[in-house]
């Protein structure tokens, strides 16, 4: 209802999504400091593709916590759709973690003890959903996935492709407005990663999801509408898709 | 309703979360310790160990001098058999259930911690503090209580058992059967009360982490 407010989806409706100010996040560590975000302002649109690319330790996971909600930044904002995330309390952020983002990780993280099918129910039993109603829905977006014949099984029984197939219908289930994606091929192989990658991006198209992913898989230099370069806590450079697959093929 | 465009700080847009029947909590409950039956037995030895050793004690001292005052009555023994000694039974049992407390909180606490990233993204799925909380409590309370059933079953027929073996089974007739249910139906209180209490800190623990725990790497 509250996309509708908004014309959406046409080149020129760049509406903002999520934006952050300044974000700086420092960790301490004894009497040390260590500046894992130094400042960081990005501005993602509506149904935008992002990656977050950069080495290891330059702070991927930080801002992905960051923007997610997950971690208070030690200074600056995150705005997502418009809210600032400071201003909510407890009950409000359960809510967006819940109904605006969906959250796909390295690790799959499906809760062990619950089928494929209870997994994707989770999300939206949470959100006060009918478990009947839950469980349909959650039915489909496993077909969607083409895992309609797993749906019984443990994360235990499942590959990790898989499984990571089943985190991205749990990250579907409550529609969404943004996905926010860790590493989300950095355990499995290259094969299996180029198909979740595709996934994804047909999520996206689909669904006019936003998807931000934090990686270091060049792999998603191909399929991403703009890729922010970020090195020792810091943004390097925004390009956009056909700035890129020039300097990609200088890195092979 | 829906007030969006407005720039301002995007008011309406976010709304609460709702908090989940307790039935929910329940069903989760079960099946986590269904799944982790290992863990789950060893948390439910002490308890029945515990439990086991409140009954029996409590019962023996019960039944112990009636019975033995029943048979030097009718003059079948001479007056043996160890006499009672009211505050070291008292001391024996408080420590015996300060370990069972101790014991569950422990196996609770570990279980908390190994299901760092479980609990973590159960957070980034939109759970509440409570539902965690009300999650580890309960999980706790039904150990709890298969726990102090099976260990009063147990410490009932050891307390039969020793009289028996002590007396004869002229003993066995003598046994006042009236008292044991109370005794029964009070250890039942005290091991569900213990195990409730036993559970509070991890639990607590577990419904105050971060959903960034779902993030997390190393053990
Ligand atoms: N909880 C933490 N405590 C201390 N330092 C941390 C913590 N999390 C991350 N860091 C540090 O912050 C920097 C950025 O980390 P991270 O965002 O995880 O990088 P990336 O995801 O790009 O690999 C690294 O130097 C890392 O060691
Ligand atoms: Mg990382």
Redesign the interface.
């Known amino acids: ?2 996309m ?3 014309p959406a989806g046409s080149a020129a409706g760049r509406e903002e999504i999520v934006r952050t100010i300044d974000v700086v996040k420092e960790y301490r560590m004894g009497d040390q400091t260590l500046q894992a975000l130094k400042g960081v302002s990005v501005t993602i649109y509506r149904g935008e593709y992002i990656s977050i690319m950069g080495p290891s330790g330059s702070g991927k ?1 930080t801002l992905f ?1 960051a923007i ?1 909600g ?2 208070k930044p030690s200074s600056g904002k995150v ?1 997502i ?4 995330v400071a ?6 952020l ?7 983002i969906g ?1 796909i ?3 799959f ?1 499906l ?4 089928t494929a099918l209870e997994n994707v129910a ?2 939206m ?4 959903m009918l478990e009947a109603d839950a469980r349909d829905k959650a039915k489909l977006i496993l077909e969607r996935v083409e895992l309609g014949h797993r749906i019984d099984n443990k994360p235990s029984q499942l590959s990790g492709g898989q499984q990571q197939r089943v985190a991205i219908a ?1 990250a579907f289930a ?1 529609d969404p407005a943004i996905i926010l994606a ?1 590493e989300p091929t950095g355990n499995l192989d290259l094969n299996t990663g180029k198909a979740i990658i595709a996934l994804l991006k047909e999520m996206n198209q689909e669904r006019g999801v936003t998807v931000i992913s934090a990686t270091h898989d060049l792999k998603m230099l191909d399929i991403s509408d703009r890729i922010f370069w970020i090195r020792d806590g810091e943004v390097e450079k925004i390009q956009r898709r056909d700035e890129v697959t020039i300097d990609a093929g200088e890195m092979h | ?5 407005s ?4 008011s309406g ?6 908090q ?1 029947p307790l039935s ?1 909590a329940v069903e ?1 409950a079960l ?2 310790m ?3 039956m290992g863990r789950s037995i060893l948390t439910l030895i002490t308890i029945v160990m515990a439990m086991a050793f409140l009954t029996e004690v409590w019962l023996s001292n019960r039944l112990g001098p009636v019975i033995r005052t029943e048979l030097l009555a009718r003059e079948h023994l001479k007056a043996h058999g160890p006499s009672v000694d009211g505050s070291r039974l008292v001391w024996l049992i408080s420590l015996s259930l300060l370990v069972c407390l101790v014991g569950i909180s422990n196996a609770m606490l570990m279980s908390v911690m190994e299901r760092f ?2 609990i ?10 409570s ?1 965690i909380l009300k999650l580890f409590v309960l999980e706790s309370i039904f150990l709890g209580v298969a726990g102090t059933i099976c260990g009063i079953v147990l410490g009932v027929v050891l307390a039969v058992g020793i009289m028996v073996a002590r007396y004869s089974t002229a003993a066995w007739p003598l046994i006042p059967w009236g008292g044991v249910p109370w005794i029964c139906l009070a250890a039942l209180g005290i091991g569900t009360a213990i195990t409730a209490a036993a559970a509070m800190y991890p639990a607590w623990k577990a419904a105050r982490m ?3 725990a ?2 997390r ?1 190393e053990v």
């Open positions: 209802m509250v509708a407010a908004k996971s916590n997610g997950l971690d705005f759709d418009e809210v600032d201003q909510l309390d407890a009950l409000e359960a809510w967006l973690r819940c109904r605006k959250y990780f390295q690790t993280n809760i062990p003890v619950m989770l999300p039993i949470f959100g006060g749990r409550n860790d | 309703m829906s007030k969006s465009g720039g301002a700080v995007g847009q976010v709304q609460r979360q709702v989940l929910k989760i099946k986590s269904r799944v982790r990233r479980e973590g993204t159960m957070k980034c799925l939109g759970a509440l503090d539902f971060e959903p960034i779902a993030m790497v």
